[in-house]
């Protein structure tokens, strides 16, 4: 069974930084596109960043500038780097894997990010 498990979430005061890394397994993770999604209570789930599997990477524009997303495939990990954090940033952060091809789509479990003072 295909896993996602994310870590490193939790709370930061407003200008810190996180880093959140998502770990899979199961899967042929160099041919995924790797994203991370977010969703803050009673908001739909957005789209934050995703790095293709040729690294090519895109970020939504309340991240840009402050977000990095990157990937390790020798580790199967992707990373989230996330730094001068705002009280809006606060949300469950998901890991997503998918790939056009095979038509396959997988979800980590969420971890929240706060960010309060």
């Known amino acids: 069974q295909v896993q996602l498990v994310e870590s490193g979430g939790g709370l930061v005061q407003p200008g810190g930084s996180l880093r959140l890394s998502c770990a899979a397994s199961?899967?042929?993770?160099?041919?995924?596109?790797m994203g991370w999604y977010r969703q803050a209570p009673g908001k739909p789930r957005e789209l934050v960043a995703v790095?293709?599997?040729?690294?090519?990477?895109n970020y939504a524009d309340s991240v840009k500038g402050r977000f990095t997303i990157s990937r390790d495939n020798a580790k199967n990990t992707v990373y989230l780097q996330m730094n001068s954090l705002k009280p809006e940033d606060t949300a469950v952060y998901y890991c997503?894997?998918?790939?056009?091809?095979?038509?396959?789509?997988?979800w980590g479990q969420g971890t929240q990010v706060t960010v309060s003072s």
């Open positions: 790095i293709s599997s040729g690294a090519s990477t």
């Open positions: 997503n894997a998918n790939n056009r091809m095979t038509t396959t789509n997988y």
């Open positions: 199961r899967i042929i993770f160099s041919i995924y596109a």
